[in-house]
């Protein structure tokens, strides 16, 4: 299985764009990179995700390296609101009748500050 | 549109019960999914189920077993509850198995075990 690799926790000021790193270098060709995050003890909630391009969405940027090995996700003005634990995570193709699973990483725990 | 529903919110139970979890996916997901949240080993895919039948599941004891009904509907149970089955299960669901597609979350149903 495709293994992310973040960092355990970061910390950036309110209004400044946050920039979370995540490590794949094993994902192969097909598998996508999703982000998510989680507040406590709620489901994670979808950010955004991607395969090989750069992506935008009304939430977030991911930008992914051309080999593919890492990306990372941008938050352009953080708010105290985005304060969670962020999860990169591939989304692993099984080989067989479509079966698929996402294989989460340790997630990194974002502190928003004022 | 409704999200993900799972119900109970909150379980308790004691050692060597059984117990079942239900999941609602958004209208016209056919595809759910289960993973378990515990603090020592995050999250992990439990199993997927895509048109009533299970296309795979993940390292955990025959005592967890799941279901899907014909409104693509789920349930999950463990029988023979162990102190270590408490945790968060997550119920996810996305129109289909391609690897492009969102998965999105229920609230997810806090068990405790006693």
């Known amino acids: 299985d495709a293994k992310t690799t973040q960092p355990t926790s970061m910390d950036c000021a309110e209004g400044r764009a946050a920039n979370l790193p995540c490590n794949h270098s094993?994902?192969?060709?097909?598998?996508?990179v999703y982000w998510y995050r989680q507040i406590h003890s709620q489901g994670p909630q979808y950010i955004i995700h991607g395969l090989k391009n750069n992506e935008t969405n009304e939430m977030a940027s991911l930008i992914i390296t051309e080999d593919r090995k890492s990306s990372t996700l941008i938050l352009p003005h953080a708010t105290l609101r985005d304060t969670a634990v962020y999860y990169c995570?591939?989304?692993?193709?099984?080989?067989?009748?479509?079966?698929?699973?996402?294989?989460f990483g340790q997630g990194t725990r974002l502190t928003i500050n004022p | 549109k409704a999200g993900v529903t799972q119900t109970p919110r909150y379980l308790i139970k004691t050692r060597g019960q059984q117990v079942t979890l239900s999941c609602s996916p958004i209208?016209?997901?056919?595809?759910v999914s289960w993973y378990q949240q515990t603090p020592g080993q995050g999250l992990q895919f439990l199993f997927e189920y895509f048109s009533e039948t299970q296309r795979n599941k993940g390292n955990f004891p025959g005592r967890f077993s799941g279901r899907q009904f014909s409104n693509s509907r789920s349930e999950m149970n463990v029988s023979t509850l162990e102190l270590g089955d408490s945790a968060l299960y997550l119920c996810?669901?996305?129109?289909?198995?391609?690897?492009?597609?969102?998965?999105?979350f229920g609230s997810g149903t806090q068990l405790s075990v006693l």
């Open positions: 094993t994902i192969s060709g097909n598998e996508y």
């Open positions: 996810a669901s996305s129109l289909g198995t391609a690897l492009n597609e969102k998965l999105f």
């Open positions: 995570i591939v989304r692993v193709a099984m080989g067989y009748q479509g079966a698929q699973k996402l294989v």
């Open positions: 209208s016209g997901h056919r595809s």
